[in-house]
């Protein structure tokens, strides 16, 4: 299968992440937890983060796979 994961960094440290597969954000520090609460209860920003997989990476999947697949 396929996982959409979208990360925020800040000083080249993760904060915050969705992860297409938990359906949620979750943060890693306690900025990004807040952050992650923040999103997770805006249903507008939960749902373009989880329509990602469908609109950007399943119909892309097959050109990744063979621009990889060709180079190995």
């Not at 749902?47 to 063979?66: F, H, M, T, W």
């Amino acid at each position: 299968g396929i996982e959409f994961i979208d990360s925020y960094v800040f000083n080249k440290a993760e904060y915050v992440r969705f992860n297409s597969t938990v359906g949620r954000f979750v943060g890693y520090t306690e900025h990004g937890v807040k952050n992650a609460e923040a999103r997770n209860s805006d249903a507008g920003i939960l749902g373009q983060e989880q329509g990602e997989l469908e609109r950007v990476c399943k119909p892309n999947a097959d050109i990744d796979y063979s621009t990889i697949l060709d180079k190995t």
